[in-house]
């Protein structure tokens, strides 16, 4: 017989008072759950954001130079751009519209030319004064199938040994825009008894080289033209195809000049030879007609043996003055070219 083993302790016996707690706290547990999902229902549960999304909404947080970083000033605006004007400045070292074409534009060039040369007709003779290292700068507007606007003009003249200037203008009161020197002056001299008491500008004399036989006034079609001097029609109507509509007018006394007017509206059927007007008295209105391309009135003057005479040098002549407050409207606007005109061309350049 065997002896027996020693004894190490026999097993525990189970405790009924454990296994009750622990079904208790999962029966509690699975309750407490039952009613959270009752009081959230459908609710997602939170999520921590990813850390880029933090740095998002909180740019001070990741980058707290993001929120400093200073906003960089707007490009600058050019002075010419803004006012809607180009500028040229040229010294002249050969014909005009040779300098103004290479300093502009092929397209643009000649028309410039001829619409700055109505303007240095007024200091020089065109084109024998214009010498070379004359210097011209110009202030212009491009306009869709017109010429070109010219706002100011500036020009240092060997001739005359001065600095020229003239500046678009247009004074209260005015019907046009003229141009005026600084001074108050209109840059354009004006015609005592002239057959247009307003015009817009002169856009040819006998002096500006182009071989007129006339003075061309810009003027509306429809402006009253008025005789020069006492005199009767001679004719009216030759030549139509070159100067449409047209009067003769010859003096009476005096010097016995005669008196051309082309271009002109239709003329009544009532008007003929031998009408006899006296001075300031309307003769007909400017127009259109004929070899025009642009309202206009020629205005020309001859002698009895058919030469030809200058009006300015047969008139007396005078400019026009503006008066103190339009004067003070002129200089505001002369400062404001001057600006954008910028300095004169160097002698040496």
């Not at 229902?41 to 998002?56: D, R, T």
């Not at 011209?136 to 706002?151: A, F, K």
């Not at 209109?186 to 015009?199: A, K, T, V, Y």
């Not at 006296?278 to 002698?303: C, D, E």
Request: with cysteine; proline share 9%.
């Amino acid at each position: 017989m065997r002896p027996s083993l020693p004894t190490l302790g026999a097993p525990p016996k189970r405790s009924r008072t454990g296994s009750v707690v622990f079904v208790s706290l999962l029966l509690g547990g699975a309750a407490g759950g039952a009613y959270w999902w009752k009081q959230n229902k459908g609710a997602l549960p939170f999520q921590s954001p990813p850390p880029a999304a933090v740095a998002e909404a909180s740019p001070s947080a990741a980058n707290p130079a993001a929120v400093q970083a200073p906003t960089p000033p707007p490009a600058p605006v050019d002075p010419l751009t803004a006012a809607g004007l180009s500028r040229v400045s040229v010294k002249i070292d050969g014909p005009l519209e040779t300098a103004l074409v290479q300093a502009s534009d092929p397209s643009v060039g000649p028309a410039l030319a001829q619409v700055v040369t109505r303007t240095l007709v007024w200091w020089v003779r065109v084109p024998n004064e214009i010498l070379r290292g004359d210097t011209l700068d110009v202030l212009y507007q491009l306009r869709p199938n017109e010429e070109p606007l010219v706002h100011a003009v500036r020009f240092t003249s060997g001739k005359t040994g001065k600095t020229h200037s003239a500046y678009r203008f247009q004074a209260p009161g005015d019907g046009y825009a003229r141009f005026f020197l600084p001074t108050g002056e209109e840059m354009e001299e004006r015609l005592e008894h002239s057959p247009l008491d307003d015009f817009e500008q002169v856009t040819s004399l006998l002096r500006d080289g182009r071989g007129h036989k006339g003075v061309d006034f810009k003027a509306a079609v429809g402006s009253p033209v008025k005789a020069p001097f006492t005199g009767v029609v001679k004719r009216k109507n030759w030549n139509f195809g070159s100067n449409g509509n047209c009067l003769e007018l010859e003096e009476v006394g005096g010097k016995r000049r005669r008196a051309l007017f082309l271009h002109l509206s239709e003329l009544p059927k009532s008007l003929k030879p031998g009408a006899r007007f006296s001075t300031g008295q309307v003769l007909a209105q400017s127009g259109n007609s004929g070899r025009s391309f642009a309202p206009h009135l020629h205005y020309q003057l001859m002698t009895q043996d058919d030469r030809v005479m200058d009006p300015f040098d047969s008139h007396r002549t005078f400019r026009r003055t503006l008066s103190a407050d339009q004067k003070s409207s002129l200089e505001a606007e002369v400062r404001r070219m001057d600006s954008l005109l910028g300095s004169a061309v160097a002698s040496g350049n």
